[in-house]
């Protein structure tokens, strides 16, 4: 039985995966190689701390739970990408797009049944 | 040549990064790096089964300082860690060649890593599902990258 707990990470873990993702992107189209100038990258430092949020958050999980209930909980987290980055990047989203991620979180939740 | 070009391409990106669709190279380079990230998690899984986890740590601050001292400290975790940090600094560059919403769900190919890792590296078998999430989330990248060039030809509202 997967502890609640462990999905409460998960969860955690996924939106801190999606926001982290779309922080990054923002880092990357402020990148310059200088230090001083890495250090005022903002986006770059939230999204290396809600990278590494996530990864702190679901390993834990992963020992507490099933991967057949955490995988697709953790998949929802493109499309957190998706909606904070059309939101907050002006990224468009199309129908394309969405079926492509729905396809994604269907794989990666059959990968996590067969787990 | 092909590979010059490829150079070339990546060093526009990074010096000028102007705001582009997602070119092939960063699908591409994503790829590259979930199999670095999936070897990372390989490794994860090898040190998480050896580390005894205590929940009763998680009830003080020293315990959970504790707890994430042993989490980097055990040798397979900390070069999964090592593995990680190299894939980031790749992703960084990846991100420069496009979108987050086409390149992060890109990164679910590291499953397809981990699977076939799990197959060929740790005598894990294959079954249906596994095979069919594969064959899914391929799927899912294909329709994903031709979603994005339809995105970018749309004439903005």
Aim: proline share 4%.
């Amino acid at each position: 039985m997967t502890a609640s707990w462990a999905i409460g990470l998960t969860v955690l873990a996924g939106l801190c995966g999606g926001a982290g993702a779309v922080a990054l992107k923002e880092g990357s189209n402020r990148l310059k190689i200088s230090l001083p100038e890495l250090a005022k990258n903002w986006p770059l430092i939230l999204g290396v701390g809600l990278y590494a949020g996530s990864v702190f958050f679901f390993v834990p999980a992963l020992k507490g739970g099933e991967v057949s209930v955490l995988f697709p909980i953790i998949a929802l987290s493109y499309v957190w990408v998706a909606l904070f980055s059309s939101f907050f990047l002006g990224e468009r989203m199309n129908k394309p797009k969405w079926f492509g991620i729905l396809l994604v979180i269907l794989g990666v939740s059959l990968i996590g049944l067969g787990s | 040549m092909l590979f010059n070009t490829l150079v070339l391409n990546i060093i526009y990106s990074v010096l000028f990064s102007p705001t582009m669709k997602t070119q092939p190279w960063a699908i591409l380079l994503v790829a590259l790096t979930t199999l670095i990230t999936a070897s990372a998690q390989a490794l994860y899984k090898v040190g998480v089964t050896t580390l005894s986890i205590d929940t009763s740590q998680f009830t003080s601050i020293m315990g959970i300082f504790w707890f994430c001292f042993n989490l980097l400290t055990t040798p397979y975790i900390f070069l999964g860690l090592l593995l990680y940090v190299i894939g980031f600094i790749m992703l960084m560059i990846a991100y420069k060649g496009g979108e987050a919403s086409v390149l992060y769900p890109i990164f679910s190919s590291s499953y397809v890593w981990v699977v076939l890792m799990g197959y060929f590296l740790f005598n894990e078998s294959l079954n249906i599902p596994k095979i069919g999430g594969v064959l899914l989330i391929v799927l899912g990248i294909v329709v994903l990258a031709k979603g994005n060039s339809a995105a970018s030809m749309e004439v903005p509202a």
